[in-house]
């Protein structure tokens, strides 16, 4: 066993030139909504006027470029050593799915750390105009990504996304006490999947109730939504749409232009 001591992480807190803002997405477990509020968080803070970048964090498992509508084979154009960030619906993002296409990213721990320090400092964010917020879509969990994530920007804070469901808000727990542990202020909690509202008017909380709420008040942080599962939100990040401006009166819009709202207060 090496019990030599441990290098101390290397901090890298230089300001991202000409981006103003960075704000992760997290959650702690998968499939809980956190690429979905992303791209949604997105969609409205460009609706207020926002220049909003997307960094696809999830190396593993990009989908930003589908839920954007990106085409995967337009390879990002490098100029002077910096990659451009291909655009969408007046977002741009930079993702491995961009680099590798359909075929799976095969790398160690190590280069999921240096291809996400490539995208946050080789990508040339302010490419077109500054970007106020960039916007960090997280894999799941509080593993490696997470911590050079932290180590690599300074995140001006975190958005928690959870389900209302127990084994959703554990997680989610764990991760805002890692995020607490880096000193990355908590923003709010986005509650998803809160309830199914019938034809009929009538909402049925197939999740259970309160997660979101419950994990707001243990951090003391707002919480920021509360989305109902809204099979349009789905079939929108299936096809690349923009959901907040498509169906700019379902709850589900309303709730990410609140939280969109709440975000540009803070500025
Ligand atoms: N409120 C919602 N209504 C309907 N479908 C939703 C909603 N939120 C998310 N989905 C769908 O649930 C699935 C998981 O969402 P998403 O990919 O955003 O989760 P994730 O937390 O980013 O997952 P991963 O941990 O794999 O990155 C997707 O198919 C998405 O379209
Ligand atoms: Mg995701």
């Not at 809980?32 to 926002?50: E, I, M, R």
């Not at 240096?114 to 969990?141: M, Y």
């Not at 932290?150 to 084994?167: E, F, M, R």
């Not at 909380?205 to 789905?234: H, S």
């Amino acid at each position: 066993m090496n019990t030599s001591p441990q290098r101390a992480p290397s901090i890298n807190h230089t300001p991202i030139p000409g981006v103003t803002r960075v704000v992760a997405v997290a959650s702690g477990k998968g499939g809980v909504g956190k690429s979905t509020v992303t791209v949604n968080l997105a969609h409205a803070l460009t609706a207020l006027g926002q220049q909003v970048g997307i960094l696809d964090a999830d190396i593993y498992g990009p989908s930003i470029p589908r839920m954007l509508g990106l085409e995967t084979y337009l390879k990002p154009e490098i100029v002077e050593g910096k990659m451009l960030p291909p655009m969408a619906h007046a977002i741009r993002a930079m993702s491995m799915a961009l680099i590798t296409g359909d075929e799976a990213a095969v790398l160690r721990a190590p280069m999921i750390t240096k291809a996400l320090v490539q995208f946050l400092r080789l990508t040339q964010w302010d490419a077109t105009r500054p970007c106020d917020i960039l916007l960090v879509d997280l894999p799941p969990g509080t593993g490696d990504v997470t911590l050079s994530l932290a180590q690599n920007v300074k995140l001006d804070g975190v958005i928690l996304v959870t389900t209302p469901q127990d084994v959703a808000v554990i997680d989610a727990d764990k991760c805002a006490s890692a995020f607490t542990k880096l000193q990355v202020p908590l923003l709010g909690v986005v509650e998803n999947m809160s309830y199914f509202m019938d034809p009929a008017g009538q909402e049925h909380a197939l999740f259970g109730a309160g997660g979101g709420m419950a994990l707001a008040e243990k951090y003391r942080a707002p919480l920021l939504g509360r989305l109902p599962l809204d099979p349009a939100m789905g079939a929108c990040a299936d096809q690349g749409k923009n959901y907040v401006a498509e169906y700019a009166d379902a709850e589900g819009a309303r709730q990410m232009q609140a939280v969109a709202r709440m975000l540009t207060s803070q500025n």
